[in-house]
T-cell receptor, first 113, second 114 residues
Framework: TQLLEQSPQFLSIQEGENLTVYCNSS?????LQWYRQEPGEGPVLLVT?????EVKKLKRLTFQFGDARKDSSLHITAAQPGDTGLYLC?????????????FGTGTQLKVEL | AAGVIQSPRHLIKEKRETATLKCYPI?????VYWYQQGPGQDPQFLIS???????DKGSIPDRFSAQQFSDYHSELNMSSLELGDSALYFC?????????????FGPGTRLTVL
């Protein structure tokens, strides 16, 4: 069983602060996807990282894939209340058709004014 | 842009009843995945279909079955419902040969079993 551990589990910060969420596994993934989920809604894809060591930026969000493709991080600069939500990393393993995602344990972020 | 459509959005059933959840993937996506998300849990993979054939199976109970139809929509059939089946059920779709096999999720069906 492939497990993805996310840390921290909960994070409450003030607007303007920076934060980093970590996603770690002992397994190698073909790619890793980061999602954000609002209560009662479906996860929304933020980014996919594929190559070991890859860094992708999405406005104030910076995503990094570990060299060995086992871990990833999400860094948010100058957090805003609109960043509040559940952040999920998901490791992808290619199967017969498409791929199977294993989700991380999630990080609940709350950004306060 | 068109997204994944799921219906119904909310469903209330009694124990031992059956339920059918429907998923309409993004146009031209040929792979569909089903996930179950319990309260405070991360989504758990149930089953997937590629070109109308089952491609992978996760932690799906034997009481559940699913299929993908010729128009690529999928249905998840759940029988002998139990209280523990109450959860959010998500469908996701992807286009395998189109890039990184990214999965796009629908809004989910909230199933409540009383």
């Amino acid at each position: 069983t492939q497990l993805l551990e996310q840390s921290p589990q909960f994070l409450s910060i003030q607007e303007g602060e920076n934060l980093t969420v970590y996603c770690n596994s002992s397994s190698v993934f073909s790619s890793l996807q980061w999602y954000r989920q609002e209560p009662g809604e479906g996860p929304v894809l933020l980014v996919t990282v594929v190559t070991g060591g890859e860094v992708k930026k999405l406005k104030r969000l910076t995503f990094q894939f570990g060299d060995a493709r086992k871990d990833s991080s999400l860094h948010i600069t100058a957090a805003q209340p609109g960043d509040t939500g559940l952040y999920l990393c998901a490791g992808a393993v290619i199967t017969g058709g498409g791929n199977k995602l294993t989700f991380g344990t999630g990080t609940q972020l709350k950004v306060e004014l | 842009a068109a997204g994944v459509i799921q219906s119904p959005r909310h469903l209330i059933k009694e124990k031992r009843e059956t339920a059918t959840l429907k998923c309409y993937p993004i146009p031209r996506h040929d792979t569909v995945y089903w996930y179950q998300q319990g309260p405070g849990q991360d989504p758990q993979f149930l089953i997937s279909f590629y070109e109308k054939m089952q491609s992978d199976k996760g932690s799906i109970p034997d009481r559940f079955s699913a299929q993908q139809f010729s128009d690529y929509h999928s249905e998840l059939n759940m029988s002998s419902l139990e209280l523990g089946d109450s959860a959010l059920y998500f469908c996701a779709s992807s286009f395998p040969s189109g890039g990184d096999n990214e999965q796009f999720f629908g809004p989910g069906t909230r199933l409540t079993v009383l």
